[in-house]
């Protein structure tokens, strides 16, 4: 199995696609690449972490490949949005792929390519590309929250 840490906004409509995908085998929401450690929801939100909430995903690699994965990072949400989804507003919901080796990294800058080339989105794409630092997994309520809760207004 291999992981992919993905930002795209509410981190609860972005774990809800995922986990839907052949060949997932895990999700976790949390937290990842800010100043603080053990951060917390309350203080993650108020955007004076450097956190982004972010989805942290196993998947295995013969039935779905990293490649794959950021493209659906791609098709999920807006990667054209600086530090905004929907109604979410602030660097703790921007777009980013926090990448773990150099493969990861390099297939998170072909693919801005691609997509910029493409000419799917009428804005550039603004998505950061982060080295992978320390998950924080959020609060055990806000794993699976959709699936427990059913649909609410999300920033996707």
Known sequence: MELAIFGAGCFWGVEAFFE???????TRVGYTGGFVENPTYEQVKTGTTGHAEAIKIQYDPNVITYSELVDIFFGVHDPTSR????????HQYRSVIFYSDVNQQNVAERKIKEWTE???FKLPIVTEIEP???FYEAEEYHQKYLQKNGS???GI
Do not use: Y
């Open 132 to 134: 992978a630092t320390f």
């Open 83 to 90: 530090n905004k989804q929907g109604l979410d507003i602030g």
């Open 20 to 26: 839907k995908l052949e060949g997932i085998t895990e």
């Open 152 to 154: 609410v207004a999300c």
């Open 118 to 120: 493409k000419g799917t």
